[in-house]
């Protein structure tokens, strides 16, 4: 086994492999950008170097042979999909803990790919030339892919062939950005489908994966078995996979990803094979009790795993916590993490503690809470009382979705498809802006500072012996502001945790979180003029497709951002003319800065 090990990768992966590397006695090397100086990775790694990016190789690389790493684990994202890196280690003598770089090569390449999953006698997803796509009106929708890379990243579903080529562009930019290489294809979008994959180990099958639950086609519910995976489909599956990995000279941790008819999952396609660990591991690793960084490591190192096949335990799954606002889309949020609570009845892979800053610069998952049981509804139900103990405060997540998404009669049942999530209504939270603003209106007449000076008193004291009320003006995630009236001596339910920021008060109940503040008269007035655009969230301004002057219809994008490497188009609000454009390419912008405005006939 290898004396020490340099993580190429960041967040909640790299303290994930630092664990498993400090139970096997092996010294850990971080990497870090200078966003990432202070994160939870670099502190518990052993020993830290910085790069430029975590996509430089020679960064990379040289960290390596100055720390005297013996062997490189790529994580995921980044650098692991990527042959010249795994090549690049091997020429200076370094071990890639991963597949090798010809068979990187070939997987990585979603179209050679596929026609070796086609001749190993797998059922492949029908593919087309851009040329062919423009032709193709009939096959409607598509889906445009980044040709390396994954996690959702580079992908665009086309609705008609007037849309193509600005979703190819749209791609290319997102894959160049989270994989430095801007390659894609098109292939047969089915609306109505399970996304079912299969871990393997070399030529060893650990069983198969549900990844159905997902939004923009990145994962956010993900579990071990499927609920609709039989024994027999399972043994295919399995077979299939194995076969895959043969057929590419495959060796150390991988996964074969399906797409299967949503109510006949034996009526599956081949649509990739990603050549490093996936997110979701941890799942796998619950039912089947294995370490799978371990059994990276010592495929790499040449040592024998000791089994060849497994026995799948009970049932696991993983919640995705992120830093976005499920409420306006899924939008990217930032900021500072000022609390931060786990669970105690879940494993908890993250990449924040309390102090952490989340950016703009890189991938919004924040953390996963994972729960194992005897059966799918009593891991759903450790799940959901998980989600509701974890609290994070100052950064905007998706935990409260989360619970109410895992509450939809459907996914109770079962009945998943990769449609589910941007068709069905999901549930906000029980307490309104109300029952927040009175929580934090009973915080702040509690925390207000005690005084002798009775004219200084906030606490409602009179003279005539009986106490007033105290009044609140409070706005609730930037929504009107309400008048509160506080009785003395009134106080939150202990079930409330609270943080402050600045003038921010945030406050988390059952998994939800609030921002609570009394708005200033520019924030009272942010945003009254129509047509007036401004972002949603921070981030670098990726195009401005118009000038001043032009004329646009509802709907034409404005201004492009980029945020977490993903995109987001401001568009047009009504037929207009832009008036202003405020921002130029490259230009950072924060969270609600104007961007420009439009004027739609008839303003006033």
Known sequence: MFESVLIANRGEISRRVTRTLRRLGIRSIAVFTDADAGAPHVCEADDAMGVGSYLDIDAVLGAAREAGAAAVHPGYGFLSENAAFARACAEAGLVFVGPSGDAIELMGDKVRAKAVAEAAGLPVVPSYTLEQARAAGDDYPLLVKAAAGGGGRGMRVVASPGELD??????????????????????????????????????????????????????????APSPAVSAELRERLGEEAVALARAAGYENAGTVEFI????????????????????????????????????????????????????????????????????????????????????SQARTDDAIETGSVVGPDYDSLLAKVITH???????????????????????????????????????????????????????????????????????????????????????????GGVRAPSWWLLSVDGAEAVDVAVAPGEAPHPRWRWARDGATLW????????RVRTPSVEEAHLGAVEGDLRAPM???VLLVPVAAGDAVAAGDPVVVLESMKMELAIVAPAAGVVAEISVAVGDRVKQSQALARVEVPGDG
């Open 166 to 223: 600005a979703c190819v562009a749209a791609a290319r930019r997102e894959a160049q950005a989270g994989f430095g290489d801007d390659r894609v294809f098109v292939e047969r979008f089915l609306p109505h489908a399970r996304h079912i994959e299969v871990q393997v180990i070399g030529a060893v099958s650990l069983g198969e994966r549900e990844c159905s639950l997902q939004r923009r086609h990145q994962k956010l519910v993900e579990e």
């Open 260 to 343: 299967a008819d949503a109510d006949d999952p034996s009526t599956h396609y081949f649509l990739e094979m990603n050549a490093r660990l996936q997110v979701e591991h941890p799942v796998t690793e619950l039912v089947t009790g294995l370490d799978l960084v371990e059994c990276q490591l010592r495929v790499a190192a040449g040592e024998p795993l000791g089994f060849d096949r497994v026995e799948l335990r009970g049932h696991a799954i993983e919640a995705r916590v992120n830093a976005e606002d499920a409420a306006a889309g899924f939008l990217p949020s930032t900021g500072t993490v000022v609390a931060y609570t786990r669970s």
């Open 373 to 463: 049981a005897h059966d799918r509804p009593t891991a759903l139900a450790k799940l959901d009382r998980a989600l509701a103990d974890t609290a994070i405060l100052g950064v905007t997540t998706n935990t409260g979705f989360l619970r109410s998404l895992l509450a939809l009669d459907a996914v109770r049942a079962g009945e998943l498809d990769t449609g589910l999530v941007e068709r069905v209504a999901v549930p906000g939270p029980a307490l309104g802006h109300g029952d927040v603003a009175r929580a934090a209106a009973q915080i702040e007449a509690a925390s207000q500072p005690a005084s002798d000076d009775p004219f200084a008193r906030t606490d409602g004291w009179r003279l």
């Open 507 to 514: 406050l988390g109940r059952d998994g939800h979180a609030w």
């Open 538 to 540: 921070p981030g670098s």
